[in-house]
């Protein structure tokens, strides 16, 4: 049975003929880590407020239904109570359903924001590469040709 020949050494050679600078990328991976980062603190910033929300609202409720519960004189007393309960869980429903509207309307604009520059970022690093490789392109045709006419 033929072996398979080896061709590690073959595509070692030829890599090694074909340099690559890794810098562009090691750039793009911090720019990306920067962003990543930013958008972690923007994501985690709008989830702590949405908690702090939450929690409020529940205890808001909590407190409205020891009202709820407490003994009244009369059946009267109850419907009224029962009354102000709807009222009131109305009330701080609207207030903090927009409460979690600036949430999300802050984090919305916080991502566009953040995407934008980033963005400018991105094209600056692709132009500030884009013009590195052209300079190194002309410089191996310069040698090339130097190359050729001696």
């Not at 709008?46 to 929300?53: K, L």
């Not at 109850?78 to 109305?90: E, L, P, V, W």
């Not at 190194?136 to 001696?150: C, G, I, L, M």
């Amino acid at each position: 049975m033929a072996k398979a020949p080896d061709f590690t050494k073959s595509m070692q050679d030829m890599m090694a003929n074909f340099p690559v600078d890794t810098s562009s990328m090691q750039d793009a991976f911090k720019t990306q880590s920067a962003l990543n980062e930013k958008m972690a603190h923007v994501a985690l910033s709008a989830a702590e407020r949405s908690t702090e929300i939450s929690a409020q609202w529940a205890k808001d409720t909590i407190a409205r239904v020891g009202e709820l519960t407490a003994q009244k004189d009369d059946a009267s007393g109850y419907a009224k109570a029962f009354s102000d309960f709807a009222n009131a869980s109305s009330e701080s429903a609207a207030e903090h359903l927009s409460a979690f509207a600036e949430v999300a309307k802050k984090l919305q604009m916080e991502t566009v924001d953040l995407l934008m520059s980033a963005g400018k970022d991105m094209a600056a690093d692709a132009q500030k590469t884009a013009e590195q490789a052209t300079r190194q392109a002309q410089d191996s045709v310069k040698k090339a040709t130097a190359a050729t006419k001696s």
